[in-house]
Structures are given as structure tokens and as C-alpha cells.
């Protein structure tokens, strides 16, 4: 079974644009999980999305959305970008009742 | 925010032997999970305690879990080079299996 697939893997962006990254779910996982990772505040919860509704929200402003889409497959977009925003960022999934997250190998994105 | 504290923040041993981090939170938490990360890449499950558990184990992983004191021990026993990585823990609030509260991570160095 493939794990999850994040794209891209690096990523680089000038302050003020816009960014979208994408995850793909184990096949069967219903539910994604969006997570950032910085050096200085760690990995902090951003949303989970399950079967296309966003289920959980993190304290992050609303420049920072996602959608899910009816394969489950989930994007995560970031705009009007900030030096800030520079960070690994994890996708996570599940079967939605389980605990247990499987996570990709992130997104890397930097924010110039 | 972070739910919790990891100690130590770093640890460096040989290979054989064995290595403890501690991890302390904050509110009251349905479960405990512990998960590894390689330098820049996704984070994996590595072993899951319920609030109503003291101790598991998984190979050569033994987790304690009080919840009196609010705190969890990951003991990993005859270290491998291999299992050089970063170790986190995580907490999930009930009804919110996905949103996960990652503590600082412990940054473990086996050495040969």
C-alpha cells in the first residue's frame, strides 16, 4: 500500500504570493491532517479535513485554508505569504476513527 | 501552543545501550503517542498508550504513562545507530482523535 504522498517536496516563495500544497491519503483514509513545523514553535495542528468537512481547526489565521476533495486527496493553501511562514509542512492521514496518523514527508517551503 | 515538555532535549549514547526521554502535559488527554522523525522528513508511530494504561511495550520500546503526575517515559532498550532521530510526543484531547498537541521532541545520537 503507497503511504502518503506529499508534493512538492521543497518549495520556494517570495513574500506576498500565494502557495498551495498537496497531499494524497493512504488509499481507504478518509481523514487528513494539516501540521506545521518550525524550529522555534515546533509541530503545531493546522486543520483536519474528513470526507470533503473540515472536522478540527488550529489557531492559525485564515490565510492559511485547505479543501479536501471527494477523493480525499487535501490541499492546503497559504497566501499573501510572510517571512513566518517558512516551515516543513506535514500531512498527515488516518482512517479517521483510528488514532494513529501516518504522516508524508512534508512540504518544505521558504518563504524569501 | 505546545501541550508539553520533552526532557532532555538532547541525548547522545553508544550503541547497546539504553536510552530514556520524558515527556510532561498539560490538560487531560484521552491518549499518549510516541512518534520518531529523521532529520527533515515525516514523522512515524511508533507506540500508542491509553489514559487508562500504565505501561506498554513494542519490541524494544517500553512506554510508562501516569497520569497523576501528567507525564509519559519512552525507554528504548539496546540502541542501534538506527535509531538516531528525533522523538516526539503527542496528545489528543477527547472526541479529537486527529489533533494532535506534539511536545518539543528529545534529539537522540547513537553512536557506534
Known amino acids: 500500500k503507497a503511504g502518503v504522498t506529499q508534493t512538492p517536496r521543497y518549495l520556494i516563495k517570495t513574500r506576498g504570493q500565494q502557495v498551495t500544497l498537496s497531499c494524497s491519503p493512504i488509499s481507504g483514509h478518509r481523514s487528513v491532517s494539516w501540521y506545521q513545523q518550525t524550529p522555534g514553535q515546533g509541530l503545531q495542528f493546522l486543520f483536519e479535513y474528513f470526507s470533503e468537512t473540515q472536522r478540527n481547526k488550529g489557531n492559525f489565521p485564515g490565510r492559511f485554508s485547505g479543501r479536501q476533495f471527494s477523493n480525499s486527496r487535501s490541499e492546503m493553501n497559504v497566501s499573501t505569504l510572510e517571512l513566518g511562514d517558512s516551515a516543513l509542512y506535514l500531512c498527515a492521514s488516518s482512517t479517521g476513527g483510528d488514532e494513529k496518523l501516518f504522516f508524508g514527508s512534508g512540504t518544505q517551503l521558504s518563504v524569501l | 501552543s505546545q501541550q508539553g515538555e520533552e526532557d532532555p532535549q538532547a541525548l547522545s549514547i553508544q550503541e547497546g545501550e539504553n536510552a530514556t526521554m520524558n515527556c510532561s502535559y498539560k490538560?487531560?488527554?484521552?491518549?499518549l503517542q510516541w512518534y520518531r522523525q529523521n532529520s527533515g522528513r515525516g514523522l512515524v508511530h511508533l507506540i500508542l498508550i491509553r489514559s487508562n494504561e500504565r505501561e506498554k511495550h513494542s519490541g524494544r520500546l517500553r512506554v510508562t504513562l501516569d497520569t497523576s503526575k501528567k507525564s509519559s517515559s519512552l525507554l528504548i532498550t539496546a540502541s542501534r545507530a538506527a535509531d538516531t532521530a528525533s522523538y516526539f510526543c503527542a496528545t489528543a484531547d477527547t472526541g479529537t482523535a486527529s489533533k494532535l498537541t506534539f511536545g518539543t521532541g528529545t534529539r537522540l545520537q547513537v553512536t557506534l
Open positions: 490538560t487531560s488527554i484521552n491518549n
